[in-house]
Protein backbone atom coordinates (compact mmCIF):
# COMPACT_ATOMS: atom_id res chain seq x y z
CA UNK A 1 0.00 0.00 0.00
CA UNK A 2 1.03 3.69 -0.60
CA UNK A 3 1.62 5.26 2.43
CA UNK A 4 1.83 8.79 2.70
CA UNK A 5 0.42 10.68 5.96
CA UNK A 6 -3.58 11.53 5.38
CA UNK A 7 -4.40 15.42 6.31
CA UNK A 8 -5.51 15.43 9.88
CA UNK A 9 -9.29 15.57 9.19
CA UNK A 10 -9.70 13.54 6.56
CA UNK A 11 -10.47 9.41 7.20
CA UNK A 12 -7.25 7.49 5.84
CA UNK A 13 -7.93 5.35 2.91
CA UNK A 14 -9.16 1.86 3.05
CA UNK A 15 -7.48 -0.85 0.77
CA UNK A 16 -10.43 -2.21 -1.44
CA UNK A 17 -9.99 -5.74 -0.13
CA UNK A 18 -10.55 -4.62 3.57
CA UNK A 19 -13.91 -2.95 2.19
CA UNK A 20 -14.94 -5.76 0.16
CA UNK A 21 -14.75 -8.54 3.08
CA UNK A 22 -16.19 -5.76 5.95
CA UNK A 23 -19.40 -5.86 3.52
CA UNK A 24 -19.61 -9.32 2.52
CA UNK A 25 -19.62 -10.68 6.40
CA UNK A 26 -22.36 -8.30 7.12
CA UNK A 27 -26.22 -10.05 7.43
CA UNK A 28 -28.96 -9.49 5.15
CA UNK A 29 -30.60 -7.39 7.94
CA UNK A 30 -27.23 -5.12 8.15
CA UNK A 31 -26.68 -4.87 4.30
CA UNK A 32 -30.29 -2.68 3.84
CA UNK A 33 -28.94 -0.36 6.75
CA UNK A 34 -25.41 0.17 5.02
CA UNK A 35 -26.12 3.16 2.81
CA UNK A 36 -27.65 4.87 5.72
CA UNK A 37 -24.73 4.11 8.41
CA UNK A 38 -22.41 5.66 5.59
CA UNK A 39 -24.03 8.71 5.09
CA UNK A 40 -24.28 9.49 9.17
CA UNK A 41 -20.72 7.85 9.52
CA UNK A 42 -19.55 10.33 6.56
CA UNK A 43 -20.68 13.41 8.08
CA UNK A 44 -19.71 12.69 11.28
CA UNK A 45 -16.27 14.83 12.47
CA UNK A 46 -13.02 13.24 12.39
CA UNK A 47 -10.39 13.07 15.29
CA UNK A 48 -6.91 11.89 14.88
CA UNK A 49 -4.25 11.03 17.09
CA UNK A 50 -1.05 9.66 15.34
CA UNK A 51 -2.21 7.11 13.10
CA UNK A 52 -5.48 6.36 14.14
CA UNK A 53 -8.60 8.49 13.51
CA UNK A 54 -11.93 8.36 15.44
CA UNK A 55 -15.49 8.70 14.23
CA UNK A 56 -18.02 9.27 16.84
CA UNK A 57 -21.25 6.89 16.40
CA UNK A 58 -23.05 8.15 19.33
CA UNK A 59 -22.33 9.78 22.35
CA UNK A 60 -20.86 6.35 23.99
CA UNK A 61 -19.72 4.41 20.99
CA UNK A 62 -16.71 5.36 18.66
CA UNK A 63 -15.40 3.91 15.28
CA UNK A 64 -11.58 3.63 15.23
CA UNK A 65 -9.25 3.34 12.20
CA UNK A 66 -5.63 2.31 12.44
CA UNK A 67 -3.22 2.96 9.99
CA UNK A 68 0.43 2.94 10.77
CA UNK A 69 1.17 3.36 7.43
CA UNK A 70 -0.84 5.53 6.05
CA UNK A 71 -3.42 3.34 4.98
CA UNK A 72 -5.91 0.65 6.30
CA UNK A 73 -4.77 -3.03 5.10
CA UNK A 74 -6.45 -5.13 7.85
CA UNK A 75 -9.80 -5.47 8.68
CA UNK A 76 -9.24 -6.29 12.07
CA UNK A 77 -7.65 -2.82 12.02
CA UNK A 78 -10.99 -1.17 11.68
CA UNK A 79 -12.41 -1.31 15.33
CA UNK A 80 -15.93 -0.40 16.72
CA UNK A 81 -17.11 0.40 20.36
CA UNK A 82 -21.03 -0.33 19.95
CA UNK A 83 -22.53 -2.99 21.97
CA UNK A 84 -22.85 -5.39 18.39
CA UNK A 85 -18.94 -5.26 17.80
CA UNK A 86 -17.42 -6.55 15.80
CA UNK A 87 -20.69 -7.78 14.04
CA UNK A 88 -21.64 -4.72 13.50
CA UNK A 89 -22.49 -2.45 10.66
CA UNK A 90 -20.09 0.78 11.72
CA UNK A 91 -17.01 -0.67 10.54
CA UNK A 92 -18.24 -1.56 7.18
CA UNK A 93 -19.72 1.61 6.39
CA UNK A 94 -17.10 3.84 8.23
CA UNK A 95 -14.70 1.58 5.11
CA UNK A 96 -17.13 2.46 2.54
CA UNK A 97 -17.27 6.05 3.82
CA UNK A 98 -13.28 6.48 3.38
CA UNK A 99 -11.30 6.82 0.20
CA UNK A 100 -10.21 3.92 -1.80
CA UNK A 101 -6.30 2.93 -0.93
CA UNK A 102 -3.86 2.24 -3.31
CA UNK A 103 -2.97 -1.21 -3.87
CA UNK A 104 0.82 -2.30 -4.24
CA UNK A 105 0.10 -4.89 -7.07
CA UNK A 106 1.33 -8.25 -6.53
CA UNK A 107 3.45 -9.89 -9.28
CA UNK A 108 1.92 -12.02 -12.19
CA UNK A 109 1.08 -15.59 -10.85
CA UNK A 110 4.04 -17.98 -12.44
CA UNK A 111 3.57 -19.98 -14.81
CA UNK A 112 0.56 -17.94 -16.93
CA UNK A 113 -0.80 -18.90 -19.66
CA UNK A 114 1.45 -21.78 -19.41
CA UNK A 115 0.72 -25.02 -21.37
CA UNK A 116 0.67 -28.30 -20.06
CA UNK A 117 4.11 -29.46 -21.89
CA UNK A 118 4.55 -33.26 -21.00
CA UNK A 119 6.76 -35.21 -22.72
CA UNK A 120 5.05 -36.81 -26.26
CA UNK A 121 5.71 -40.83 -26.50
CA UNK A 122 8.63 -42.29 -28.52
CA UNK A 123 7.71 -42.02 -32.08
CA UNK A 124 7.96 -45.53 -34.28
CA UNK A 125 9.17 -44.06 -37.65
CA UNK A 126 11.13 -41.41 -39.24
CA UNK A 127 7.62 -40.19 -40.54
CA UNK A 128 6.64 -39.71 -37.07
CA UNK A 129 9.71 -38.04 -35.93
CA UNK A 130 9.04 -35.55 -38.65
CA UNK A 131 5.55 -34.95 -37.82
CA UNK A 132 5.38 -34.71 -34.11
CA UNK A 133 8.60 -32.31 -34.55
CA UNK A 134 6.62 -29.55 -36.54
CA UNK A 135 3.38 -29.99 -34.20
CA UNK A 136 6.32 -29.42 -31.34
CA UNK A 137 7.06 -26.16 -33.00
CA UNK A 138 3.76 -25.29 -33.67
CA UNK A 139 2.95 -25.98 -30.11
CA UNK A 140 6.30 -23.95 -28.77
CA UNK A 141 4.67 -20.71 -30.94
CA UNK A 142 1.29 -21.12 -29.93
CA UNK A 143 2.73 -21.12 -25.76
CA UNK A 144 4.58 -17.84 -26.98
CA UNK A 145 1.70 -16.03 -27.47
CA UNK A 146 0.77 -14.22 -24.17
CA UNK A 147 -2.83 -15.95 -23.08
CA UNK A 148 -5.24 -14.58 -20.16
CA UNK A 149 -5.11 -17.41 -17.25
CA UNK A 150 -8.01 -18.88 -15.78
CA UNK A 151 -7.44 -16.34 -12.55
CA UNK A 152 -7.66 -13.60 -14.96
CA UNK A 153 -10.73 -14.56 -17.18
CA UNK A 154 -12.52 -14.88 -13.76
CA UNK A 155 -11.28 -11.62 -12.29
CA UNK A 156 -12.05 -10.26 -15.74
CA UNK A 157 -16.08 -12.16 -15.69
CA UNK A 158 -16.38 -10.74 -12.13
CA UNK A 159 -15.45 -6.94 -13.46
CA UNK A 160 -18.08 -7.21 -15.81
CA UNK A 161 -21.24 -8.69 -13.85
CA UNK A 162 -20.13 -5.66 -11.05
CA UNK A 163 -19.85 -3.19 -13.72
CA UNK A 164 -23.05 -3.99 -15.20
CA UNK A 165 -24.91 -4.07 -12.13
CA UNK A 166 -23.79 -0.60 -11.82
CA UNK A 167 -25.57 0.16 -15.39
CA UNK A 168 -28.62 -1.88 -14.24
CA UNK A 169 -29.12 0.29 -11.23
CA UNK A 170 -27.35 3.67 -11.99
CA UNK A 171 -26.02 6.03 -9.23
CA UNK A 172 -28.87 6.06 -7.06
CA UNK A 173 -28.76 2.39 -6.65
CA UNK A 174 -25.34 1.99 -6.80
CA UNK A 175 -25.01 2.00 -2.75
CA UNK A 176 -22.47 0.63 -0.73
CA UNK A 177 -23.07 -3.04 -1.50
CA UNK A 178 -22.46 -2.47 -5.21
CA UNK A 179 -19.16 -0.09 -4.32
CA UNK A 180 -18.02 -3.33 -2.56
CA UNK A 181 -18.92 -5.74 -5.49
CA UNK A 182 -16.44 -3.12 -7.48
CA UNK A 183 -13.49 -2.82 -4.95
CA UNK A 184 -13.64 -6.50 -4.07
CA UNK A 185 -13.35 -7.50 -8.15
CA UNK A 186 -10.46 -4.43 -8.46
CA UNK A 187 -8.71 -6.48 -5.82
CA UNK A 188 -9.00 -10.20 -7.21
CA UNK A 189 -7.84 -8.31 -10.36
CA UNK A 190 -4.87 -6.69 -9.19
CA UNK A 191 -3.88 -9.86 -7.97
CA UNK A 192 -4.40 -11.72 -10.68
CA UNK A 193 -2.36 -8.80 -12.68
CA UNK A 194 -5.00 -6.86 -14.60
CA UNK A 195 -4.03 -3.77 -13.18
CA UNK A 196 -5.62 -1.71 -15.62
CA UNK A 197 -9.09 -2.90 -15.23
CA UNK A 198 -8.71 -2.78 -11.54
CA UNK A 199 -7.46 0.66 -11.62
CA UNK A 200 -10.48 1.90 -13.55
CA UNK A 201 -13.06 -0.26 -11.28
CA UNK A 202 -11.40 1.67 -8.46
CA UNK A 203 -12.22 5.21 -10.59
CA UNK A 204 -15.26 3.85 -11.17
CA UNK A 205 -15.90 3.61 -7.36
CA UNK A 206 -14.26 7.06 -6.47
CA UNK A 207 -17.04 8.53 -8.70
CA UNK A 208 -19.45 6.83 -7.57
CA UNK A 209 -19.02 8.30 -3.80
CA UNK A 210 -18.37 11.58 -5.24
CA UNK A 211 -22.23 11.22 -7.09
CA UNK A 212 -23.64 10.44 -4.25
CA UNK A 213 -22.02 12.13 -1.81
CA UNK A 214 -23.05 15.61 -3.88
CA UNK A 215 -19.00 16.32 -4.41
CA UNK A 216 -18.74 19.64 -6.40
CA UNK A 217 -15.91 18.30 -8.59
CA UNK A 218 -17.83 15.27 -9.59
CA UNK A 219 -18.58 15.28 -13.31
CA UNK A 220 -20.94 12.43 -14.55
CA UNK A 221 -18.06 12.35 -18.04
CA UNK A 222 -16.09 11.49 -15.49
CA UNK A 223 -17.82 8.96 -13.95
CA UNK A 224 -18.94 7.63 -17.65
CA UNK A 225 -15.46 7.19 -18.85
CA UNK A 226 -14.42 5.51 -15.58
CA UNK A 227 -17.35 2.80 -16.63
CA UNK A 228 -16.13 2.78 -20.12
CA UNK A 229 -12.73 2.31 -19.33
CA UNK A 230 -13.86 -0.68 -17.08
CA UNK A 231 -16.35 -2.73 -19.38
CA UNK A 232 -14.24 -2.09 -22.53
CA UNK A 233 -10.84 -4.15 -20.51
CA UNK A 234 -12.92 -6.13 -18.57
CA UNK A 235 -14.53 -7.57 -22.30
CA UNK A 236 -11.35 -7.38 -23.75
CA UNK A 237 -9.41 -10.02 -21.51
CA UNK A 238 -12.82 -11.70 -21.14
CA UNK A 239 -12.98 -12.46 -25.02
CA UNK A 240 -9.47 -13.92 -25.04
CA UNK A 241 -7.50 -11.05 -26.48
CA UNK A 242 -3.78 -12.66 -26.51
CA UNK A 243 -0.02 -11.30 -27.15
CA UNK A 244 0.46 -7.64 -27.49
CA UNK A 245 -3.35 -6.50 -27.19
CA UNK A 246 -3.71 -8.76 -23.85
CA UNK A 247 -0.62 -6.58 -22.11
CA UNK A 248 -2.24 -3.69 -23.46
CA UNK A 249 -5.30 -4.89 -21.21
CA UNK A 250 -4.00 -5.85 -18.69
CA UNK A 251 -1.60 -2.72 -17.78
CA UNK A 252 1.33 -2.16 -15.64
CA UNK A 253 2.22 -3.26 -12.09
CA UNK A 254 4.28 0.00 -11.32
CA UNK A 255 5.57 3.05 -13.72
CA UNK A 256 8.57 1.61 -15.21
CA UNK A 257 11.72 4.23 -14.87
CA UNK A 258 14.48 4.20 -16.95
CA UNK A 259 17.73 5.90 -16.68
CA UNK A 260 17.22 9.69 -18.25
CA UNK A 261 21.07 10.45 -17.63
CA UNK A 262 21.75 14.34 -17.51
CA UNK A 263 18.78 16.92 -18.31
CA UNK A 264 18.34 20.75 -18.52
CA UNK A 265 14.68 21.51 -18.36
CA UNK A 266 13.22 24.67 -18.47
CA UNK A 267 9.87 25.20 -16.61
CA UNK A 268 6.07 25.63 -18.08
CA UNK A 269 3.59 25.96 -15.72
CA UNK A 270 2.34 23.94 -12.52
CA UNK A 271 -1.65 23.12 -12.19
CA UNK A 272 -3.28 21.81 -9.29
CA UNK A 273 -4.27 18.19 -9.15
CA UNK A 274 -7.34 16.83 -6.94
CA UNK A 275 -8.35 13.66 -7.98
CA UNK A 276 -11.83 11.56 -7.26
CA UNK A 277 -9.19 9.01 -5.34
CA UNK A 278 -8.90 11.48 -2.31
CA UNK A 279 -5.25 12.59 -3.22
CA UNK A 280 -4.07 16.15 -4.16
CA UNK A 281 -1.27 17.96 -5.39
CA UNK A 282 0.40 19.65 -7.26
CA UNK A 283 1.85 18.68 -11.08
CA UNK A 284 4.76 21.16 -12.61
CA UNK A 285 5.22 20.49 -16.16
CA UNK A 286 8.63 21.19 -17.83
CA UNK A 287 10.62 20.99 -21.33
CA UNK A 288 13.82 19.93 -22.01
CA UNK A 289 16.29 20.98 -24.47
CA UNK A 290 14.72 19.37 -27.36
CA UNK A 291 11.08 20.13 -26.39
CA UNK A 292 10.10 16.81 -24.84
CA UNK A 293 7.63 17.44 -21.85
CA UNK A 294 8.48 16.38 -18.61
CA UNK A 295 6.48 16.44 -15.18
CA UNK A 296 7.44 16.71 -11.39
CA UNK A 297 4.36 15.68 -9.19
CA UNK A 298 3.84 15.68 -5.60
CA UNK A 299 0.56 14.08 -5.32
CA UNK A 300 -0.56 12.57 -1.37
CA UNK A 301 -4.01 12.04 0.23
CA UNK A 302 -5.62 15.26 0.65
CA UNK A 303 -8.69 17.51 -0.36
CA UNK A 304 -9.17 20.89 -2.67
CA UNK A 305 -7.12 22.74 0.14
CA UNK A 306 -4.19 20.96 -0.34
CA UNK A 307 -4.48 21.10 -4.21
CA UNK A 308 -4.52 25.03 -3.77
CA UNK A 309 -1.80 25.70 -1.83
CA UNK A 310 0.81 23.00 -3.15
CA UNK A 311 2.50 25.06 -5.43
CA UNK A 312 4.22 26.36 -1.92
CA UNK A 313 5.92 23.55 -1.31
CA UNK A 314 8.98 22.58 -2.26
CA UNK A 315 10.06 19.93 -5.46
CA UNK A 316 11.13 16.55 -3.82
CA UNK A 317 13.97 16.46 -6.77
CA UNK A 318 17.65 15.75 -5.48
CA UNK A 319 18.68 18.74 -3.28
CA UNK A 320 16.61 21.53 -5.03
CA UNK A 321 15.41 23.94 -2.54
CA UNK A 322 12.84 25.41 -5.43
CA UNK A 323 9.33 25.36 -4.62
CA UNK A 324 6.57 24.13 -7.68
CA UNK A 325 5.77 27.82 -8.26
CA UNK A 326 9.19 28.83 -8.86
CA UNK A 327 10.50 25.88 -11.02
CA UNK A 328 7.43 26.92 -13.23
CA UNK A 329 9.53 29.89 -13.82
CA UNK A 330 12.93 28.63 -13.46
CA UNK A 331 14.95 25.53 -14.70
CA UNK A 332 16.88 22.99 -12.98
CA UNK A 333 20.08 20.76 -13.87
CA UNK A 334 19.66 17.24 -13.70
CA UNK A 335 21.77 14.65 -13.43
CA UNK A 336 21.42 10.92 -12.86
CA UNK A 337 17.70 10.79 -14.20
CA UNK A 338 15.10 8.64 -14.03
CA UNK A 339 12.05 8.90 -16.28
CA UNK A 340 8.44 6.86 -17.05
CA UNK A 341 7.08 6.29 -19.99
CA UNK A 342 4.69 9.22 -19.38
CA UNK A 343 7.62 11.83 -19.10
CA UNK A 344 7.01 11.59 -14.97
CA UNK A 345 10.82 12.15 -13.49
CA UNK A 346 11.52 9.74 -10.48
CA UNK A 347 12.89 10.95 -6.80
CA UNK A 348 14.77 8.87 -5.74
CA UNK A 349 18.34 8.89 -3.79
CA UNK A 350 20.98 8.65 -6.68
CA UNK A 351 19.07 11.99 -9.12
CA UNK A 352 20.70 15.09 -8.30
CA UNK A 353 19.08 18.70 -9.31
CA UNK A 354 20.37 22.29 -9.24
CA UNK A 355 18.94 25.47 -10.06
CA UNK A 356 18.94 26.92 -12.94
CA UNK A 357 18.10 30.04 -15.49
CA UNK A 358 14.76 29.10 -17.47
CA UNK A 359 13.59 30.42 -20.24
CA UNK A 360 10.11 33.04 -21.36
CA UNK A 361 7.99 31.48 -23.58
CA UNK A 362 8.45 33.21 -26.85
CA UNK A 363 12.27 31.85 -25.90
CA UNK A 364 13.80 28.86 -26.67
CA UNK A 365 13.36 25.86 -26.60
CA UNK A 366 10.27 26.94 -25.65
CA UNK A 367 9.41 28.66 -27.86
CA UNK A 368 9.44 25.57 -30.45
CA UNK A 369 6.25 24.21 -28.55
CA UNK A 370 3.72 27.07 -29.87
CA UNK A 371 5.63 26.71 -33.95
CA UNK A 372 3.38 23.78 -35.00
CA UNK A 373 -0.74 25.12 -36.27
CA UNK A 374 -3.43 24.48 -34.00
CA UNK A 375 -4.38 21.48 -36.26
CA UNK A 376 -1.71 19.77 -36.27
CA UNK A 377 -1.99 19.93 -32.13
CA UNK A 378 -4.86 18.72 -32.09
CA UNK A 379 -4.39 15.48 -34.17
CA UNK A 380 -1.44 15.20 -31.82
CA UNK A 381 -3.25 15.10 -28.83
CA UNK A 382 -6.24 13.04 -30.35
CA UNK A 383 -4.00 10.18 -30.77
CA UNK A 384 -2.48 10.80 -27.42
CA UNK A 385 -5.48 10.52 -25.82
CA UNK A 386 -6.65 7.47 -27.74
CA UNK A 387 -3.95 5.49 -26.27
CA UNK A 388 -4.26 4.40 -22.81
CA UNK A 389 -3.20 6.61 -20.38
CA UNK A 390 0.22 4.67 -18.98
CA UNK A 391 1.00 4.65 -22.68
CA UNK A 392 0.28 8.53 -24.10
CA UNK A 393 3.46 10.37 -24.83
CA UNK A 394 4.51 12.86 -22.24
CA UNK A 395 1.87 15.95 -22.54
CA UNK A 396 0.45 14.29 -25.28
CA UNK A 397 -2.65 15.81 -24.97
CA UNK A 398 -0.95 20.00 -24.32
CA UNK A 399 -2.09 22.75 -27.14
CA UNK A 400 0.14 25.48 -27.11
CA UNK A 401 -1.42 28.55 -28.70
CA UNK A 402 -1.65 32.48 -29.45
CA UNK A 403 -5.47 33.59 -28.99
CA UNK A 404 -7.63 36.99 -28.72
CA UNK A 405 -10.12 36.71 -26.38
CA UNK A 406 -13.73 37.97 -28.39
CA UNK A 407 -16.46 37.13 -25.38
CA UNK A 408 -17.85 34.62 -23.73
CA UNK A 409 -20.50 31.83 -24.27
CA UNK A 410 -23.20 30.31 -22.00
CA UNK A 411 -23.38 27.02 -21.81
CA UNK A 412 -25.58 24.32 -19.86
CA UNK A 413 -22.35 23.75 -17.26
CA UNK A 414 -21.81 28.01 -17.30
CA UNK A 415 -19.76 30.38 -18.86
CA UNK A 416 -17.12 29.89 -21.23
CA UNK A 417 -14.52 31.86 -22.79
CA UNK A 418 -15.01 32.59 -26.80
CA UNK A 419 -11.26 32.99 -28.32
CA UNK A 420 -10.02 33.95 -31.74
CA UNK A 421 -6.66 31.42 -32.73
CA UNK A 422 -5.88 32.63 -36.64
CA UNK A 423 -9.47 32.68 -37.85
CA UNK A 424 -10.54 29.89 -35.36
CA UNK A 425 -13.18 30.11 -33.28
CA UNK A 426 -11.86 28.34 -29.45
CA UNK A 427 -13.92 27.88 -26.64
CA UNK A 428 -11.80 27.95 -23.42
CA UNK A 429 -13.25 25.97 -20.53
CA UNK A 430 -12.02 26.09 -16.75
CA UNK A 431 -9.86 22.57 -15.95
CA UNK A 432 -11.57 22.58 -12.69
CA UNK A 433 -14.73 23.75 -11.38
CA UNK A 434 -14.01 23.52 -7.86
CA UNK A 435 -14.39 26.68 -5.14
CA UNK A 436 -11.33 26.11 -3.61
CA UNK A 437 -9.26 27.06 -6.99
CA UNK A 438 -8.72 29.73 -9.30
CA UNK A 439 -9.55 28.38 -12.58
CA UNK A 440 -13.20 29.22 -12.77
CA UNK A 441 -12.59 33.10 -11.12
CA UNK A 442 -9.70 33.59 -13.52
CA UNK A 443 -11.75 32.59 -17.03
CA UNK A 444 -14.49 34.71 -15.84
CA UNK A 445 -12.27 37.65 -15.64
CA UNK A 446 -10.04 37.18 -19.00
CA UNK A 447 -13.81 36.45 -20.60
CA UNK A 448 -14.94 39.43 -19.82
CA UNK A 449 -11.97 41.56 -21.98
CA UNK A 450 -12.61 41.03 -25.39
CA UNK A 451 -9.59 41.50 -27.41
CA UNK A 452 -6.46 40.53 -24.71
CA UNK A 453 -4.48 38.69 -26.15
CA UNK A 454 -3.08 35.61 -24.95
CA UNK A 455 -0.08 33.14 -25.14
CA UNK A 456 -1.66 29.82 -23.72
CA UNK A 457 -1.49 26.20 -22.84
CA UNK A 458 -4.19 24.30 -22.13
CA UNK A 459 -5.57 20.46 -22.44
CA UNK A 460 -7.74 19.59 -25.39
CA UNK A 461 -11.26 18.38 -24.92
CA UNK A 462 -12.69 16.54 -27.58
CA UNK A 463 -15.92 18.40 -28.93
CA UNK A 464 -17.46 18.69 -31.84
CA UNK A 465 -16.10 22.44 -32.25
CA UNK A 466 -12.29 23.53 -31.02
CA UNK A 467 -11.96 23.21 -27.02
CA UNK A 468 -9.53 23.33 -24.45
CA UNK A 469 -9.22 23.49 -20.50
CA UNK A 470 -6.67 26.55 -19.66
CA UNK A 471 -4.17 25.59 -17.26
CA UNK A 472 -1.91 28.95 -18.07
CA UNK A 473 -1.62 32.23 -19.58
CA UNK A 474 1.21 34.53 -20.99
CA UNK A 475 1.94 37.59 -23.18
CA UNK A 476 2.14 36.54 -26.90
CA UNK A 477 5.34 38.33 -28.45
CA UNK A 478 4.51 41.39 -29.94
CA UNK A 479 1.18 41.89 -28.51
CA UNK A 480 -0.28 45.29 -26.93
CA UNK A 481 -3.09 44.49 -25.28
CA UNK A 482 -2.12 41.58 -23.15
CA UNK A 483 -1.77 40.43 -18.97
CA UNK A 484 0.60 43.06 -17.21
CA UNK A 485 0.59 40.15 -13.94
CA UNK A 486 3.72 40.88 -10.96
CA UNK A 487 5.26 37.81 -12.23
CA UNK A 488 8.13 38.67 -14.12
CA UNK A 489 7.53 36.87 -16.85
CA UNK A 490 4.43 37.48 -17.18
CA UNK A 491 2.32 34.37 -17.31
CA UNK A 492 0.17 32.81 -14.75
CA UNK A 493 -0.86 29.50 -13.50
CA UNK A 494 -4.47 29.52 -14.21
CA UNK A 495 -5.29 27.16 -11.10
CA UNK A 496 -3.03 28.40 -8.52
CA UNK A 497 -2.32 32.37 -9.54
CA UNK A 498 -5.79 34.88 -8.91
CA UNK A 499 -5.83 37.24 -11.22
CA UNK A 500 -6.58 40.85 -10.36
CA UNK A 501 -8.11 43.59 -12.22
CA UNK A 502 -4.94 45.33 -12.26
CA UNK A 503 -3.20 42.57 -13.98
CA UNK A 504 -5.24 43.03 -16.82
CA UNK A 505 -5.03 46.11 -19.76
CA UNK A 506 -6.87 49.28 -19.34
CA UNK A 507 -10.40 48.98 -21.03
CA UNK A 508 -9.79 50.65 -24.82
CA UNK A 509 -10.84 53.87 -26.00
CA UNK A 510 -13.54 53.32 -27.07
CA UNK A 511 -14.83 49.50 -25.82
CA UNK A 512 -14.36 46.60 -27.91
CA UNK A 513 -17.53 44.99 -27.41
CA UNK A 514 -17.90 41.37 -26.83
CA UNK A 515 -18.71 39.45 -29.94
CA UNK A 516 -22.10 38.19 -30.43
CA UNK A 517 -21.65 34.45 -29.90
CA UNK A 518 -24.45 32.06 -30.57
CA UNK A 519 -24.97 28.82 -28.85
CA UNK A 520 -25.13 26.27 -31.94
CA UNK A 521 -27.85 23.63 -31.66
CA UNK A 522 -26.43 20.17 -30.25
CA UNK A 523 -24.90 18.39 -32.65
CA UNK A 524 -27.07 15.46 -33.74
CA UNK A 525 -24.27 13.18 -31.73
CA UNK A 526 -25.78 14.71 -28.65
CA UNK A 527 -28.33 12.61 -29.12
CA UNK A 528 -26.63 9.56 -28.89
CA UNK A 529 -24.41 11.33 -25.67
CA UNK A 530 -27.04 11.78 -23.76
CA UNK A 531 -28.44 8.45 -23.64
CA UNK A 532 -24.95 7.02 -22.40
CA UNK A 533 -25.02 9.56 -19.87
CA UNK A 534 -28.42 9.02 -18.70
CA UNK A 535 -27.66 5.03 -17.78
CA UNK A 536 -24.89 6.01 -15.88
CA UNK A 537 -26.86 8.53 -13.66
CA UNK A 538 -30.16 6.73 -13.67
CA UNK A 539 -29.68 2.95 -15.16
CA UNK A 540 -30.99 1.15 -17.57
CA UNK A 541 -35.36 1.73 -16.51
CA UNK A 542 -34.63 5.51 -17.75
CA UNK A 543 -34.21 3.98 -21.18
CA UNK A 544 -36.91 1.25 -20.92
CA UNK A 545 -39.68 4.34 -21.61
CA UNK A 546 -41.92 3.66 -24.55
CA UNK A 547 -41.34 6.29 -27.19
CA UNK A 548 -38.08 7.15 -25.73
CA UNK A 549 -35.74 6.71 -28.73
CA UNK A 550 -38.20 7.77 -31.96
CA UNK A 551 -37.49 11.93 -32.02
CA UNK A 552 -33.51 10.57 -31.70
CA UNK A 553 -33.24 8.26 -33.77
CA UNK A 554 -34.82 10.25 -36.92
CA UNK A 555 -31.86 12.90 -36.18
CA UNK A 556 -29.45 10.61 -36.14
CA UNK A 557 -30.66 9.10 -39.29
CA UNK A 558 -31.45 12.67 -40.90
CA UNK A 559 -28.06 13.54 -40.22
CA UNK A 560 -26.29 10.21 -41.79
CA UNK A 561 -25.33 8.86 -38.81
CA UNK A 562 -27.08 5.19 -39.17
CA UNK A 563 -24.70 3.37 -37.26
CA UNK A 564 -25.25 5.67 -34.63
CA UNK A 565 -28.82 5.34 -34.99
CA UNK A 566 -28.22 1.47 -34.94
CA UNK A 567 -26.76 1.74 -31.73
CA UNK A 568 -29.01 3.82 -30.16
CA UNK A 569 -31.67 1.19 -30.98
CA UNK A 570 -29.88 -1.72 -29.64
CA UNK A 571 -29.47 0.02 -26.25
CA UNK A 572 -33.23 1.23 -26.31
CA UNK A 573 -34.40 -2.69 -27.24
CA UNK A 574 -31.52 -4.09 -24.34
CA UNK A 575 -33.14 -1.49 -21.86
CA UNK A 576 -36.88 -2.16 -22.68
CA UNK A 577 -36.91 -6.04 -23.58
CA UNK A 578 -38.21 -8.53 -20.88
CA UNK A 579 -38.53 -12.31 -21.79
CA UNK A 580 -41.77 -14.32 -19.65
CA UNK A 581 -41.40 -17.86 -18.26
CA UNK A 582 -43.85 -20.58 -18.93
CA UNK A 583 -46.42 -18.68 -16.67
CA UNK A 584 -46.37 -15.10 -18.46
CA UNK A 585 -44.20 -13.57 -15.40
CA UNK A 586 -41.79 -11.21 -16.42
CA UNK A 587 -37.91 -12.88 -15.98
CA UNK A 588 -35.14 -10.30 -14.86
CA UNK A 589 -33.49 -7.78 -17.51
CA UNK A 590 -30.60 -9.39 -19.39
CA UNK A 591 -28.32 -6.84 -17.59
CA UNK A 592 -25.46 -8.16 -19.77
CA UNK A 593 -27.05 -8.03 -23.15
CA UNK A 594 -27.53 -3.99 -21.69
CA UNK A 595 -24.04 -3.63 -21.05
CA UNK A 596 -22.69 -4.80 -24.43
CA UNK A 597 -25.43 -2.51 -25.77
CA UNK A 598 -24.27 0.31 -23.71
CA UNK A 599 -20.27 -0.17 -24.14
CA UNK A 600 -20.80 -0.25 -28.13
CA UNK A 601 -23.33 3.02 -27.78
CA UNK A 602 -20.33 4.31 -25.58
CA UNK A 603 -17.68 3.31 -27.98
CA UNK A 604 -18.97 4.80 -31.07
CA UNK A 605 -20.01 8.29 -29.54
CA UNK A 606 -16.08 8.17 -28.28
CA UNK A 607 -15.15 7.72 -32.13
CA UNK A 608 -17.17 9.85 -33.59
CA UNK A 609 -16.78 12.23 -30.78
CA UNK A 610 -13.02 12.10 -31.78
CA UNK A 611 -13.47 12.49 -35.91
CA UNK A 612 -15.82 15.21 -35.29
CA UNK A 613 -13.15 17.31 -32.92
CA UNK A 614 -10.00 16.21 -35.69
CA UNK A 615 -12.34 18.10 -38.33
CA UNK A 616 -13.68 20.62 -36.40
CA UNK A 617 -9.50 22.12 -35.72
CA UNK A 618 -8.81 22.02 -39.54
CA UNK A 619 -8.93 25.46 -40.69
CA UNK A 620 -11.74 26.39 -43.58
CA UNK A 621 -9.43 27.02 -46.54
CA UNK A 622 -10.22 30.69 -47.48
CA UNK A 623 -11.85 31.46 -50.77
CA UNK A 624 -9.40 32.87 -53.40
CA UNK A 625 -10.28 35.07 -56.49
CA UNK A 626 -10.46 33.85 -59.90
CA UNK A 627 -7.78 35.53 -62.03
CA UNK A 628 -7.14 35.62 -65.85
CA UNK A 629 -4.45 34.36 -67.96
CA UNK A 630 -2.82 37.57 -67.51
CA UNK A 631 -3.72 37.97 -63.88
CA UNK A 632 -6.65 40.23 -64.25
CA UNK A 633 -9.87 39.25 -62.15
CA UNK A 634 -12.43 37.57 -63.60
CA UNK A 635 -15.26 39.50 -64.16
Avoid at 149 to 158: D, I, N
Avoid at 189 to 206: D, I, K
Avoid at 414 to 419: E, F, K, N, P, Q
Avoid at 458 to 467: C, D, F
Wanted: proline residues 9%; contains cysteine.
Amino acid sequence: MTAPSAPPTALPPVAPAVTAALVAALSPRLRKRLDAATAKLAARPVTREGDTARVAVDDEAAVELCAPGGAVTDADAIRCGCLLAPACVHRAAIASAAPVADEVPAPDPAGEGAQDNAPEPAPASAAATEENAAATEHADAAEAVPRASPAQLAAATALWTAGAAVLETGVDGAGALAQAELLGAAHAARLAGLHRPAAAATAAVAGLRAARSADPGHRLADLTAALHELLTTAHGVGRGATGPELAVLRGTARRPYTPGGALRLYGLFSEPVLAGTGHAGVATWAADAEGRIHSVLDVMPGGAERAASAAARTVRLGDTALTHRELARAGLTVSGATVSPDGRLGTGAGVRAVRASGADWDEEPLARLWAPPAHEQAARALAALALPEARRPPGGDLLFLDLTVTGHVRESGGHVMAADCAGLPVRVTAADDHPALAHRDNLRLLAADPGLQLRVIGRLVPATHPRLALLAAGRPPGARRTLRPADPRGRIDVGHDRLQRADLPPPPDPPVPPAAVDEPAPPPLHALRRRVDQAVAAGRRTLALPGADGADLRRLRRAGLVTGAAVLDELHRAAADRALDAFGRLLPADSDRFARAWLAAAGYADAMSAALCAAAWIPEPAAAPAHGPDGGRVA
